[in-house]
C-alpha cells in the first residue's frame, strides 16, 4: 500500500483558483495513474480527473473539463489538481487515487489506495 497525503484546500470565491496536491509515498509512484476524486455532502464520489504515470494523458470529467488541469511531477512523488474559474457546485472534499487495476480510470473501484481528503469550499 501506499500513503496518499492531500494538501493545499481551502475557502475560495466564486471565479477564483486553487491547486491541491497529493503526495505520495514509496518508490513506484511513476508507473501508476493517478485520479482525482471528490464527494460533496449527500453525494456519491465522483471521478474528476485521471493522468497516467508518464504524465502524457490525461482525463477529465466533463463538469470540470477546461476549467481544471490534472499534473504531476514523479521526481516529487505528487499530483496535483489546479483548480481555475471555481463554482460554488465545485465544493466538495478532494481525494486523491493510485490506479492498480485496468478497469476504467473513471470507477472508484479501479483504485486501491486513498488519501484522507482536503475540503475544498467555493462560496457565491
Known amino acids: 500500500q501506499v500513503q496518499l497525503v492531500e494538501s493545499g484546500g481551502g475557502l475560495v470565491q466564486a471565479g477564483g483558483s486553487l491547486r491541491v496536491s497529493c503526495a505520495a509515498s514509496?518508490?513506484?509512484?511513476?508507473?501508476?495513474?493517478m485520479g482525482w476524486f471528490r464527494q460533496a455532502p449527500g453525494n456519491e464520489r465522483e471521478f474528476v480527473a485521471a493522468?497516467?504515470?508518464?504524465?502524457?494523458?490525461?482525463f477529465y470529467a466533463d463538469s470540470v473539463k477546461g476549467r481544471f488541469t490534472i499534473s504531476r511531477d514523479n521526481a516529487k512523488n505528487t499530483v496535483y489538481l489546479q483548480m481555475n474559474t471555481l463554482k460554488p457546485g465545485d465544493t466538495a472534499v478532494y481525494y486523491c487515487?493510485?490506479?492498480?487495476?485496468?478497469?476504467?480510470?473513471?470507477?472508484?473501484?479501479?483504485?486501491?489506495?486513498w488519501g484522507q481528503g482536503t475540503q475544498v469550499t467555493v462560496s457565491s
Open positions: 514509496g518508490r513506484t509512484f511513476s508507473t501508476y495513474t
Open positions: 493522468i497516467t504515470g508518464s504524465g502524457l494523458t490525461t
Open positions: 487515487a493510485r490506479k492498480n487495476t485496468g478497469s476504467s480510470y473513471y470507477y472508484t473501484e479501479s483504485y486501491d489506495s
